[in-house]
């Protein structure tokens, strides 16, 4: 590869420059060769990546010896490998493509601020939705896709350029010591898939940024959240959308009855909006003993016969499925790191590359276990299918055929490892919420320690809101 002197930005406003090169397909032993991410390029062919680029104006004016194409997906090789440098992931992207990755850092680091965040964020927005799933476990509750909502927070490097935007958090022990940055996610439960996402500084609460979601809310869903935005004004505009919502909210919350059910629910009003309130009591049970706690929901599923109490109750466990998601983002796939980006722009191109590879990985999965009728999503496991999709970028972006009709031949090397490798049946589980990291802006509880997660059973009491006694449990 030629030097970092070669690949100096180049103004596409200025006058007398070449053309854009024509769209140029993958060939191997080309400076084309590193545009890939092995089989994941399947779901994100070159033409499409070309396409990001023309449409955002970021595609080169000449060719270079690091083509735009290309750095798109380094970027996202990034997120897949984030505990190497640059140079070492750009090596993985050559090893299987007959060229060798001697490039410099920098000459990667200017590449990168050369394309910015518009391509990636072109790329999401095509990308984001529902994977497909054939079976209804944990995916559909009637007619309707299970969906949560909810927030969750990246820590980005402590610099200067980024503090401009993204500030440190104020905590109980004196606050966080990175800046961070604050993402909402709307997600399909049974895949775990991303259908929109929005992401800003920590200064901006989840129900401002939520807003900018109910685009991607609509008929057919129902959409499950905390106590956070229980919000009377937001739960308004979720139903606006044609959406269904299932939202937990504090249990003094004043919600007058209007007419008991026969399941114990009863129908209320909410700033003028028809509503279903339904209260329980859930009882954990476990070798330890049992906890019991207090659970109220405010749904616009008004009628019985489209769901019990017991069934919403028991639906809205589901609602975790988004915490899953999330510490797949965090833990397992950028393992507790701060981001690598030292600037506004590559910190958004970063967290849109995120973005991006969980819901590739997560498409992927979802093929593979649709591979096997009645197969549940939850079978197929996460780790495989980063640490097998890493694995084909070293061994290049050349697909290989699959044998088997359907869906067998969509789900590639990644499927063949993921149905070799499924996970026993869900079961539930509990552990501790602990805090176990410096950076959070929340203190450690010393009296509640971090304890591998037990085996536990769940009884659902509904209460009946004017003899105050409880229906029949529900497992």
């Known amino acids: 590869m030629p030097s970092s002197h070669s690949l100096t930005v180049h103004d596409q406003s200025m006058p007398g420059h070449a053309q854009p090169t024509p769209l140029t397909p993958w060939v191997r032993g080309t400076i084309w060769s590193p545009g890939h991410l092995g089989e994941l390029s399947g779901h994100l062919p070159v033409e499409l990546v070309d396409t990001a680029l023309e449409a955002t104006g970021k595609r080169e004016r000449r060719t270079r010896a690091l083509p735009s194409r290309v750095i798109v997906y380094f970027v996202l090789a990034l997120a897949l490998f984030p505990e190497l440098g640059y140079k070492s992931v750009f090596s993985k992207l050559c090893l299987g493509t007959g060229v060798l990755g001697t490039v410099t850092a920098s000459a990667l680091a200017q590449a990168r601020r050369r394309i910015g965040s518009a391509p990636l964020r072109w790329i999401f927005e095509l990308l984001r939705g529902p994977a497909p799933t054939i079976t209804g476990e944990g995916s559909w509750f009637g007619a309707w896709r299970i969906c949560a909502l909810d927030g969750t927070i990246l820590t980005l490097p402590d610099t200067e350029p980024i503090l401009t935007k993204y500030t440190k958090q104020a905590g109980y022990h004196g606050g966080t010591g990175y800046p961070q940055a604050r993402v909402v996610a709307l997600i399909a439960c049974g895949t775990r898939s991303i259908i929109d996402a929005v992401f800003g500084p920590t200064s901006v609460g989840e129900t401002t940024y939520t807003p900018a979601l ?37 249990n003094a919350r004043h919600l007058p009855i209007h007419q008991i059910l026969a399941d114990g629910s009863y129908l209320s009003v909410l700033a003028g909006h028809r509503i279903r309130v339904i209260t329980a009591t859930i009882t954990l049970h476990t070798t330890n003993g049992q906890r019991t706690d207090t659970y109220r929901l405010v749904t616009t599923v008004t009628d019985p016969a489209q769901g019990t109490a017991g069934e919403l109750m028991g639906l809205y466990h589901e609602r975790w499925e988004i915490e899953t998601a999330f510490r797949e983002i965090k833990s397992t796939m950028f393992r507790g790191r701060v981001l690598r980006s030292r600037t506004l722009e590559l910190v958004e191109q970063e967290i849109y590359a995120l973005l991006i590879a969980e819901q590739l990985l997560r498409t992927v999965m979802s093929e593979a276990t649709n591979a096997e009728p009645g197969l549940d999503p939850d079978r197929a496991s996460f780790t495989i299918a980063l640490t097998t999709a890493r694995d084909t970028i070293i061994l290049g972006p050349e697909p290989r055929a699959c044998p088997g009709p359907g869906w067998h031949a969509l789900a590639g090397r990644i499927g063949e490892h993921l149905l070799a490798n499924l996970l026993p049946p869900r079961r539930l589980r509990t552990g501790p919420r602990t805090v176990k990291r410096a950076i959070s802006k929340y203190q450690a509880r010393a009296t509640k320690p971090h304890g591998p997660t037990q085996p536990a059973r769940l009884t659902i009491q509904v209460i009946h809101p004017n003899k105050g006694l409880t229906t029949e449990p529900t497992a």
């Open 214 to 250: 109910l685009p991607s809310m609509g008929a057919g869903m129902i959409i499950l959240a905390d106590r956070n935005f229980a919000a009377a004004a937001l739960l308004h505009r979720i139903s606006d959308t044609g959406a269904h919502y299932l939202v937990r909210v504090k």
